[in-house]
């Protein structure tokens, strides 16, 4: 891999809030078109690391790079430029309650650009469209949709600026498995049809198996496991194994297992070969 092929680099990065120490000297980087995931605990900072990645926070010490520019001492225009360039799912919508699903999408397009009214509603559809909504969800507010409606109005509004990078936050929590899996879908169709680069956090271990390239165990602030589902299953480190010994960690894995055996062309793809 080049440096053009990294979006996410980071370097020795260590967060504490008091005496209390969330990071340790992380180091990993995100390639380009990978879907690259975060697991852990409860308390094991990934949601503090996607928040420090999008500008929300900074870490202590160590520098993180997205999309080739470090955020460090970023200068206003260009943090208003990344942001231009990636898009968010926030873990439980983030949708505006007083406006509806359209207007949500809409909203980014107005924000960042000079497009017309007309446009950026058409805009909207279409993101509503390929996150598999229907026109009439448009008009509807977001309190009263579904959980996996929801969810993928979310990651339509995430997607309006057509993005390079897309960070998912807890993209399945809550749905029930047929919505899940509807959601692991959409999440691999992006990634294939637009190259896009994405960055999760999740508990769902059908979704790692399904459409993960790597992932990246966190536990005691440091990254304590990093490679593919399979590759991660093989390791005995306590803090890595727990996520594959228990029930859900095993069923999902014999599930992959299943689903393999049924259908050999599917695999989850290595980096190397995604398209570029």
């Known amino acids: 891999m080049t440096a053009a092929d990294t979006v996410i680099q980071l370097d020795r990065v260590s967060t504490r809030f008091g005496e209390h120490i969330v990071h340790k000297d992380i180091s990993f980087a995100v390639q380009r078109a990978e879907i690259f995931a975060l697991i852990g605990g409860s308390g094991s900072g990934k949601s503090t690391l996607l928040r420090e990645m999008i500008l929300l926070q900074q870490p ?79 008009a509807q507010y977001p309190t009263e949709l579904s959980g996996g409606m929801l969810k993928r109005a979310s990651l339509a509004r995430a997607l309006a600026l057509d993005p390079e990078l897309l960070f998912l936050d807890e993209p399945t929590a809550g749905l029930d498995p047929v919505s899940a899996a509807g959601v692991d879908e959409l999440v691999l169709k992006l990634r294939d049809l637009f190259g896009l680069s994405i960055v999760m956090i999740t508990h769902d271990m059908d979704l790692l198996w399904r459409v993960a390239d790597r992932v990246a165990v966190l536990a005691e602030g440091r990254v304590a496991g990093l490679g593919t589902m399979s590759e991660l299953a093989a390791l005995q480190a306590p803090a890595v194994h727990q996520f594959f010994a228990g029930p859900r960690g095993q069923r999902a894995q014999q599930q992959q297992q299943r689903q393999r055996q049924l259908q050999p062309e599917f695999h989850t793809r290595s980096p190397s070969s995604k398209p570029r």
């Open 60 to 138: 202590n010490a160590g520098s993180i790079s997205v999309l080739g520019l470090a955020l460090r001492d970023i200068s206003d225009a260009d943090a208003l430029s990344l942001r231009r360039r990636w898009g968010v799912m926030f873990q439980h919508g983030g949708l505006f309650g007083s406006l509806t699903v359209l207007e949500n999408i809409g909203l980014p397009l107005r924000e960042h650009t000079d497009l017309d009214d007309a446009l950026i509603d058409e805009i909207a559809g279409w993101k509503l469209h390929l996150a598999g909504l229907s026109p009439q969800v448009g």
